[in-house]
């Protein structure tokens, strides 16, 4: 094992003496992060381009952007790693913990990221003091996927958040299963799972409308991914925690958008079947806190796109809603699961416990 790392290292030396000139413009990002393995990438300026409108003579700029990435197998599970990378750009990160493995660890969850960054950097600014283990994003990271000008933008404004823990990205409306969100997170499919000590976690692609061409094509595409999310859930039900995670909710107090987003609602049966523990979503750009049946529905949107008003919760299910930036602050420590909602001002805007159960739907307590 040591001489399999050792190798991987020389070669990460190679090619950092190579691309030492490279203007880095995004990143590190720690990505596929698994007890074993883990992938870094960063992103550099490879060329510029000048376009000028013939008649008025305006001036429009773009920039070539190229990834860089290392991928390093031979981990030990639950383990802290310190990272050097071109430029001098330093980080750290923890592999994920063995299923069986008694440790404490915290997960920060948000999204819509795409616009209003200064309101961005100030969700960062209090996400950088939790000190998580990895960071799941509910999608929207940019405002459109295939402008690579944005990406940039939004790994400045993570830089300190990612440059302390692993990212797990989930696609939104807004990238519009762009080449650059593969690309830059390195992912290879849509959608995908991961286990991170006792909880499973799915990440389904709720953006149906820009997986195909034409309503027959992703009328397929959904249907395959619903016949994958069963499998999924089917495989891993005896982990004490399961969640799921994607950009659309099924449930919302934003009165325009009821309705909208009935092919998320369609999987509410399947996650009472398999007892999940709770659902994560943005989308909706503000806070808020359902549970139905026994399952939060949590959506957190609010971190720097425009605010929607809550102003029709929907009756019964209801526990907390507010519009208001935020991010949401899971910690798990055996089978206890504490989720904060927490706003740019350190507030906690909403807090439950939730009991981990294998097999059966989870019980959940307010508090």
């Known amino acids: 094992m040591k001489q399999r790392l050792f190798a991987l290292i020389a070669t990460l030396g190679v090619a950092s003496t ?11 990002v720690v990505v596929n992060v698994t007890p074993r393995t883990a992938t870094i990438l960063w992103l550099v ?13 305006q001036k429009f700029s773009a920039q070539s952007v190229g990834v860089r990435k290392t991928v ?19 980080g750290r990160f923890k592999t994920a913990p063995a299923p069986t493995s008694t440790e404490p660890y915290t997960f920060i969850v948000y999204g819509d990221t795409r616009t209003r960054h200064d309101v961005h950097e100030k969700v960062m600014a209090e996400v950088v003091k939790t000190d998580a283990d990895f960071i799941l994003h509910t999608g929207d990271q940019v405002a459109s996927g295939d402008d690579t ?39 290879r ?26 309503t027959e094509a992703q009328s397929r595409y959904w249907k395959d991914q619903v016949a994958w999310l069963e499998q999924d859930l089917e495989r891993n ?33 399947m ?11 943005g989308h909706d750009h503000n806070y808020q806190h359902f549970e139905k049946n026994g399952i939060p529905y949590v959506t957190t949107g609010g971190g720097g796109a425009p605010l929607y008003d809550v102003d029709l919760p929907p009756a019964y299910i209801t526990k907390k809603v507010e519009k208001t930036e935020n991010f949401v602050r ?19 805007i909403d807090q439950f416990v939730m009991t981990g159960g294998a097999g059966s739907a989870a019980k959940k307590a307010a508090r």
């Open 237 to 269: 039900k005896t982990a004490t925690f399961k969640f799921v995670a994607c950009h659309h909710p099924p449930f919302t107090a934003v009165s325009n958008r009821q309705g909208d987003n009935m092919h998320i609602m369609s999987l509410v049966p």
């Open 72 to 90: 390093y197998t031979g981990l030990k599970a639950g383990t802290a790693y310190n990272y050097a990378l071109p430029g001098g750009l330093t």
């Open 330 to 348: 899971v910690r798990i420590e055996g089978n206890r699961a504490t989720v904060e909602a927490i706003g740019t001002d350190g507030r906690v």
């Open 271 to 281: 996650l009472e079947k398999y007892g999940v523990t709770a659902m994560f979503n």
């Open 18 to 28: 190579a691309i030492a000139a490279d203007e880095i413009v995004g990143g590190p």
């Open 189 to 214: 499919t849509p959608y995908y799972s991961f286990n991170w000590g006792n909880a499973h976690i799915a990440v389904v692609d709720s953006d149906t409308t820009t997986a195909a061409l034409g």
């Open 45 to 57: 300026n490879e060329s510029g381009s000048t376009l000028t409108e013939a008649a008025s003579n």
């Open 149 to 187: 000008s944005l990406w940039p933008v939004f790994f400045r404004i993570e830089k300190s958040v990612l440059a302390k823990t692993a990212f797990y990205p989930s696609l939104g409306n807004h990238e519009r299963h762009a080449s650059q969100y593969f690309q830059y997170f390195d992912q």
